[in-house]
Protein backbone atom coordinates (compact mmCIF):
# COMPACT_ATOMS: atom_id res chain seq x y z
CA UNK A 1 0.00 0.00 0.00
CA UNK A 2 1.41 3.22 -0.84
CA UNK A 3 0.15 6.42 1.01
CA UNK A 4 0.98 9.77 0.10
CA UNK A 5 0.84 12.59 2.68
CA UNK A 6 1.12 16.78 2.05
CA UNK A 7 2.87 18.39 4.72
CA UNK A 8 2.96 22.52 5.06
CA UNK A 9 5.46 23.25 8.20
CA UNK A 10 7.72 20.79 10.41
CA UNK A 11 4.72 20.46 13.08
CA UNK A 12 2.69 18.36 10.21
CA UNK A 13 5.94 16.65 9.66
CA UNK A 14 6.37 15.61 13.04
CA UNK A 15 2.50 15.20 13.65
CA UNK A 16 2.72 12.02 10.73
CA UNK A 17 5.42 10.94 12.50
CA UNK A 18 3.75 10.77 15.99
CA UNK A 19 1.31 8.98 14.74
CA UNK A 20 2.97 6.14 12.70
CA UNK A 21 5.12 6.25 15.70
CA UNK A 22 1.66 5.01 17.88
CA UNK A 23 0.87 2.76 15.53
CA UNK A 24 4.52 0.87 15.03
CA UNK A 25 4.77 -2.26 16.57
CA UNK A 26 7.59 -4.65 17.43
CA UNK A 27 10.44 -5.82 14.82
CA UNK A 28 9.19 -2.92 12.16
CA UNK A 29 11.63 -1.05 10.35
CA UNK A 30 11.17 1.72 8.98
CA UNK A 31 13.76 3.62 6.17
CA UNK A 32 13.62 7.03 5.83
CA UNK A 33 15.07 8.69 2.49
CA UNK A 34 15.04 12.04 1.08
CA UNK A 35 17.69 14.58 0.76
CA UNK A 36 19.76 16.59 3.75
CA UNK A 37 17.15 19.00 5.11
CA UNK A 38 14.21 17.82 4.14
CA UNK A 39 12.56 16.72 6.99
CA UNK A 40 14.04 13.36 8.08
CA UNK A 41 15.24 13.75 11.97
CA UNK A 42 11.72 15.82 12.15
CA UNK A 43 9.78 12.65 11.35
CA UNK A 44 11.78 10.75 13.52
CA UNK A 45 11.61 13.07 16.59
CA UNK A 46 7.53 12.60 16.26
CA UNK A 47 7.86 9.17 16.05
CA UNK A 48 9.78 8.92 19.05
CA UNK A 49 7.25 10.76 20.90
CA UNK A 50 4.60 8.72 19.24
CA UNK A 51 6.35 5.61 21.04
CA UNK A 52 6.17 7.80 24.24
CA UNK A 53 10.05 8.30 24.29
CA UNK A 54 10.80 11.34 26.22
CA UNK A 55 14.56 11.83 25.71
CA UNK A 56 15.55 14.22 23.51
CA UNK A 57 15.91 12.64 19.42
CA UNK A 58 18.35 14.38 17.22
CA UNK A 59 20.26 13.67 14.30
CA UNK A 60 22.88 10.53 15.13
CA UNK A 61 24.91 11.58 12.02
CA UNK A 62 28.55 10.97 14.01
CA UNK A 63 27.19 7.89 15.51
CA UNK A 64 25.27 5.72 13.46
CA UNK A 65 23.12 4.45 15.70
CA UNK A 66 21.46 5.74 18.83
CA UNK A 67 19.08 4.04 21.21
CA UNK A 68 16.35 4.70 22.81
CA UNK A 69 14.83 2.41 25.53
CA UNK A 70 12.41 4.32 27.95
CA UNK A 71 9.91 3.94 25.48
CA UNK A 72 6.55 1.59 24.33
CA UNK A 73 9.15 -0.36 22.78
CA UNK A 74 13.14 0.05 21.79
CA UNK A 75 13.86 2.35 19.32
CA UNK A 76 16.88 1.95 16.91
CA UNK A 77 17.55 5.47 15.26
CA UNK A 78 20.30 5.04 12.81
CA UNK A 79 21.49 7.57 10.22
CA UNK A 80 23.96 5.64 7.93
CA UNK A 81 24.85 9.08 5.58
CA UNK A 82 28.42 8.58 6.40
CA UNK A 83 28.55 4.64 6.48
CA UNK A 84 31.55 3.72 3.85
CA UNK A 85 30.78 0.05 3.99
CA UNK A 86 27.86 -2.17 5.35
CA UNK A 87 30.36 -3.70 7.68
CA UNK A 88 30.41 -0.92 9.63
CA UNK A 89 26.43 -1.92 10.07
CA UNK A 90 27.72 -5.84 11.24
CA UNK A 91 30.36 -4.23 13.65
CA UNK A 92 27.53 -2.26 15.45
CA UNK A 93 25.26 -4.94 15.28
CA UNK A 94 22.22 -4.05 13.95
CA UNK A 95 21.00 -7.39 12.72
CA UNK A 96 19.86 -7.59 16.49
CA UNK A 97 17.91 -4.22 16.28
CA UNK A 98 16.94 -4.96 12.52
CA UNK A 99 15.77 -8.57 14.14
CA UNK A 100 15.02 -7.85 17.22
CA UNK A 101 11.80 -6.71 19.37
CA UNK A 102 12.15 -2.93 19.18
CA UNK A 103 11.69 -0.69 15.60
CA UNK A 104 14.51 0.67 13.79
CA UNK A 105 14.13 3.82 12.11
CA UNK A 106 17.17 4.32 9.08
CA UNK A 107 17.56 8.00 8.04
CA UNK A 108 19.89 6.93 4.63
CA UNK A 109 18.72 3.57 4.04
CA UNK A 110 19.56 3.76 0.65
CA UNK A 111 23.22 3.75 1.87
CA UNK A 112 22.26 0.20 3.17
CA UNK A 113 20.16 -1.01 0.44
CA UNK A 114 21.73 -4.68 0.69
CA UNK A 115 21.23 -5.59 3.92
CA UNK A 116 17.08 -4.30 4.38
CA UNK A 117 14.82 -6.62 4.94
CA UNK A 118 12.05 -6.70 2.25
CA UNK A 119 9.01 -5.94 4.62
CA UNK A 120 10.85 -2.30 5.52
CA UNK A 121 8.40 0.27 5.78
CA UNK A 122 9.89 2.52 2.94
CA UNK A 123 9.04 6.42 3.76
CA UNK A 124 10.27 9.00 1.50
CA UNK A 125 10.39 12.94 2.32
CA UNK A 126 10.53 15.48 -1.06
CA UNK A 127 10.73 19.10 -1.13
CA UNK A 128 8.41 20.71 -4.15
CA UNK A 129 9.97 24.47 -4.72
CA UNK A 130 7.25 25.42 -6.78
CA UNK A 131 5.06 24.56 -3.53
CA UNK A 132 6.54 26.54 -0.91
CA UNK A 133 10.04 26.38 1.16
CA UNK A 134 7.86 24.19 4.24
CA UNK A 135 6.41 22.46 1.72
CA UNK A 136 6.48 18.08 1.99
CA UNK A 137 5.56 15.44 -0.22
CA UNK A 138 6.24 12.12 2.43
CA UNK A 139 5.17 8.91 0.85
CA UNK A 140 4.73 5.84 2.72
CA UNK A 141 5.08 2.31 1.05
CA UNK A 142 4.24 -0.66 3.43
CA UNK A 143 3.98 -3.88 1.93
P1 LIG B 1 17.09 15.71 7.59
O1 LIG B 1 17.13 14.84 8.80
O2 LIG B 1 16.24 15.15 6.49
O3 LIG B 1 18.46 16.08 7.07
P2 LIG B 1 16.01 17.68 9.41
O4 LIG B 1 14.78 17.00 9.94
O5 LIG B 1 17.21 17.69 10.29
O6 LIG B 1 16.37 17.08 7.97
O7 LIG B 1 15.67 19.18 9.05
C1 LIG B 1 14.54 19.58 8.31
C2 LIG B 1 14.52 21.10 8.27
O8 LIG B 1 13.49 21.55 7.40
C3 LIG B 1 14.25 21.72 9.64
O9 LIG B 1 15.03 22.89 9.77
C4 LIG B 1 12.76 22.04 9.57
O10 LIG B 1 12.41 23.14 10.39
C5 LIG B 1 12.60 22.41 8.10
N1 LIG B 1 11.25 22.21 7.55
C6 LIG B 1 10.54 23.15 6.89
N2 LIG B 1 9.35 22.68 6.51
C7 LIG B 1 9.29 21.38 6.91
C8 LIG B 1 8.30 20.36 6.80
N3 LIG B 1 7.14 20.52 6.16
N4 LIG B 1 8.59 19.16 7.36
C9 LIG B 1 9.77 18.96 7.97
N5 LIG B 1 10.74 19.87 8.12
C10 LIG B 1 10.51 21.09 7.58
MG1 LIG C 1 18.70 13.86 9.85
Known amino acids: ?33 GDLGVGKTVFAQGFAAGLDIAEPVNSPTFTILQQYMDGRLPLYHFDVYRIGDVEEMEEIGYEDCFYGEGVCLIEWSRQVAEILPETAVRVFIEKDVEKGFDYRRITVETE
Not at 6 to 33: F, H, I, M, N
Open 1 to 33: MTEIWETASPRETWQLGYELGKRASAGQVYCLD
